[in-house]
């Protein structure tokens, strides 16, 4: 099973990356799950035709007890993946880390992973935290890979500096470790050799590109991903193409 937890700055556009990367894979007939690890519950939403998914704190908020049925909290979106969100805490209430744990803990009750039997998990995390709750995924055993999205931008890099360097202090614990960068162009200039040089200093790959496309925007004004709206288009190829490699590089590890 393929396990991937994406990190990056706050707006870097990791939801748009993991939804399509979800999407490309499921093309590609893999049975995949996309968990929104984020308070607005907005990770899946272009897999779901726009419409948003009920996370599962508001779930336990408001139904007061836990759900008996993975149905509860889950939906199928474009190419059967299934989408989950956790939500947070009521706003100005709580910690969204925590909410993140109690998710996954109850995942485990529901017995997610053997019920689904997914080949591929994406985890989309939010922004650039890297402490408490929002490294579960990558402290309990249930993302393998870090993915790393980055613009050439200077609050980007070094958003994505930090990461690398939390990742990395986890890494004689057994624990996920980073795997590469996804360049998510923003057209600044210098763009690829500010990201090889950030990657190069810290060993990385570079293992992905996704060049600004009005494509993009355009799809996610219709509430679905480049991959269901049009397989062919060059930005779809792009993903379709990280996909593929993600997954020989998993065959070869």
Request: aromatic share 6%; net charge negative.
């Amino acid at each position: 099973m393929l396990k991937i937890a994406i990190y990056g700055k706050g707006g870097i556009g990791k939801s748009t990356i993991t939804s399509n990367l979800s999407a490309a894979f499921a093309t590609l007939g893999r049975r995949v799950i996309q968990i929104g690890c984020d308070p607005k519950a907005d990770s899946t939403i272009n897999l779901l035709g726009g419409m948003p998914l009920r996370p599962v704190m508001d779930y336990l908020r408001e139904e007061g007890a836990e759900p008996t049925r993975l149905e509860d909290i889950s939906q199928q979106g474009f190419g059967n993946v299934l989408c989950i969100e956790t939500g947070g805490p009521t706003p100005g209430l709580g910690c969204a880390g925590r909410g993140i744990i109690a998710t996954f803990d109850l995942l485990e009750d529901c017995r997610l992973f053997e019920t689904y039997r997914p080949d591929v998990v994406l985890y989309d995390v939010l922004g650039d935290v890297v402490c408490g709750g929002f490294t579960a995924p990558i402290r309990e055993g249930y993302a393998d890979k870090v993915l790393i999205v980055t613009s050439g931008e200077k609050m980007a890099l070094y958003a994505a500096g930090n990461i690398s360097t939390a990742v990395r202090n986890f890494a004689d614990r057994g624990y996920a470790r980073v795997h590469g960068v996804i360049l998510n162009h923003r057209n600044v200039p210098d763009e690829y050799e500010r990201v090889r040089a950030f990657a190069d200093e810290r060993g990385l790959d570079i293992v992905g590109e996704i060049e600004r496309s009005d494509d993009i925007n355009r799809c996610e004004d219709q509430g679905m991903t480049v991959i269901e709206a049009d397989p062919t288009l060059p930005i779809s190829r792009a993903f379709l193409g990280l996909a593929q490699r993600l997954l020989k590089d998993e065959d070869v590890a």
